[in-house]
């Protein structure tokens, strides 16, 4: 699909991006730190770490790729993509040639931060499923590009924790507007409680993206000043899954 094609799906106002950022909003610094620490593990750049850190059990872990399936979040458990749907997966990655959107025949659409996981999605994904894939765009996930009440799912796994309570109020606002009536909104949270989070997070800072450790009394309040309805929940080993419906 060309990047340039004109789609019914995509706002008629485009965020103004340069170098993968909005340079007027005041998310720009944090955004960029995230698409920055992303890029480098997409392309597989590997990073020297102090000695006190290598020696943290989670490292090794970590070293070990043990961590990358404790960390995973499955969303389809909570909310599965179901035929013709179509989902928004914010913050997507390559999880369209991870995940198993062929079996699910939902229609996918992504916008990331991350211009290597963009460009490597939009150059592959059409080549797995023409019909199911339908583009990523580069943006941030307070600014979501598309037209308003257009999806039936929408996804945001991942990256909650690299931001502060006060972005996701924006986020959660920005994925209302863009879901149908009766839409669910799947993401995580980082379960501060978790023995290994702060361990966790400081692993993060050192590959390059701060950590925010906030209760999760603080997360059901925002989710409940949004309007939103706790309508499952999933715990996971350090992020738990929640499902919203507005």
């Known amino acids: 699909m060309s990047q340039k094609s004109s789609q019914s799906h995509l706002s008629t106002s485009q965020n103004p991006y340069i170098d993968n950022i ?30 006190e850190v290598q020696e943290m059990p989670i490292y090794r ?35 369209f040639l991870i995940y198993p959107w062929r079996d699910w025949q939902a229609f996918f659409y992504g916008q990331e931060v991350s211009n290597v996981a963009r460009d490597t999605l939009n150059s592959r994904g059409s080549q797995l499923n023409s019909k199911l894939f339908k ?7 307070h600014q979501l590009k598309y037209t308003s009440a257009y999806f039936d799912l929408a996804i945001a796994t991942g990256f909650s924790c690299y931001f502060p309570l006060e972005y996701w109020t924006s986020v959660l606002q920005a ?3 863009v879901l149908k009536p ?16 702060e361990d966790w ?3 993060e800072t050192y590959l390059g993206a ?23 929940r999933q715990p996971g080993e350090f992020f738990d899954l929640y499902k919203l419906r507005f």
């Open 135 to 141: 583009g990523v765009e580069l943006g941030a996930a």
């Open 201 to 203: 997070a400081v692993l």
């Open 175 to 177: 994925v209302k507007r």
């Open 22 to 51: 909005n340079r007027s909003d005041k998310w720009q610094q944090r955004v960029a730190q995230v698409a920055y620490r992303f890029n480098q593990q997409y392309q597989n750049q590997t990073l020297e770490l102090p000695a």
């Open 182 to 197: 009766g839409g669910h909104f799947v993401f995580d949270i980082l379960n501060a409680a978790h023995p290994q989070a």
């Open 210 to 232: 701060e950590v925010f450790l906030e209760p999760v009394a603080e997360w059901e309040k925002i989710i409940n000043a949004a309007g939103a309805k706790v309508v499952g």
């Open 61 to 95: 872990e970590w070293v070990s790729g043990i961590l990358a399936g404790k960390i995973a979040s499955p969303f389809w458990e909570i909310a599965q993509p179901q035929k013709n749907q179509h989902c928004l997966d914010i913050g997507c990655g390559v999880s």
